[in-house]
């Protein structure tokens, strides 16, 4: 089993894949299995997908909720019974197999920096440029709600940590042009992002475009100076 929660919702399973387009859907099921270490109270969870103010009918539209999350995940083959829903609490029992695709990406993250630190620049490349293409989608794109945004903007500074990764892994392996891109889109997004221009300057030194380099750093100048 497979549950991409970046660049929208996806139940990957034995009988198929299930698209999860409700949010409040998308969110409990978030919710659930990157919290699945613990269980989660009924009304923790309302107030994930409602906010501070709950309505007197929170109960019954959670217990829809659920519901639509047991669905989900039994069109996909996973079965209705890994969703346990006990007295107060509520908790995703995933099988051992089964893989949370913002949970990837940060493994792979370490194992890229680890790589790097033993010369293997060419198995680093592909380590962080697999979590930063995972993660490029966004969390839950289109929700939002307090939990949902803090979890997002953990997912964003992954990615950025792996795309900066990645370009760093392009230089060491001798190839320093394919660093330009990630690190002008690393720029593009955050033009404050120091390490990103300073792997940037090194790669243009490094291939030789001293030229570009120049005005690359005359230009952060200017910016910083505003």
Not at 19 to 32: D, I, T, W
Not at 50 to 62: C, P, R, T
Not at 174 to 190: H, K, M, S, T
Request: aromatic residues 2%; proline residues 5%; hydrophobic residues 45%.
């Amino acid at each position: 089993m497979r549950l991409q929660l970046c660049g929208g919702v996806r139940i990957a399973g034995p009988t198929g894949a299930v698209v999860v387009s409700r949010p409040q859907v998308q969110v409990a099921l978030a919710v659930l299995a990157l919290e699945r270490h613990r269980p989660a109270g009924r009304e923790e969870l309302a107030h994930m997908l409602w906010g501070d103010d709950l309505s007197s009918h929170w109960q019954g539209a959670l217990r829809g909720v659920l519901a639509k999350v047991r669905s989900a995940l039994d069109d996909a083959g996973v079965g209705r019974t890994v969703l346990v829903a006990d007295g107060g609490v509520v908790t995703l029992d995933l099988p051992p197999h089964a893989v949370v695709d913002v949970d990837a990406p940060r493994l792979d993250t370490q194992r890229a920096e680890m790589a790097l630190r033993d010369g293997m620049a060419a198995r680093a490349v592909e380590l962080a440029g697999g979590a930063a293409d995972a993660l490029a989608g966004g969390f839950l794109p289109g929700v939002d709600l307090p939990w949902v945004d803090e979890r997002r903007r953990e997912v964003e500074e992954m990615c950025r940590r792996a795309s900066r990764l990645r370009a760093r892994a392009h230089v060491e392996a001798g190839a320093p042009l394919e660093a330009l891109v990630p690190l002008r889109q690393l720029l593009g997004a955050d033009p404050y992002d120091e390490d990103a221009f300073a792997l940037l300057l090194r790669a243009l030194l490094t291939s030789g475009d001293h030229h570009e380099a120049r005005k690359t750093h005359d230009a952060h100048l200017d910016l910083l100076r505003r």
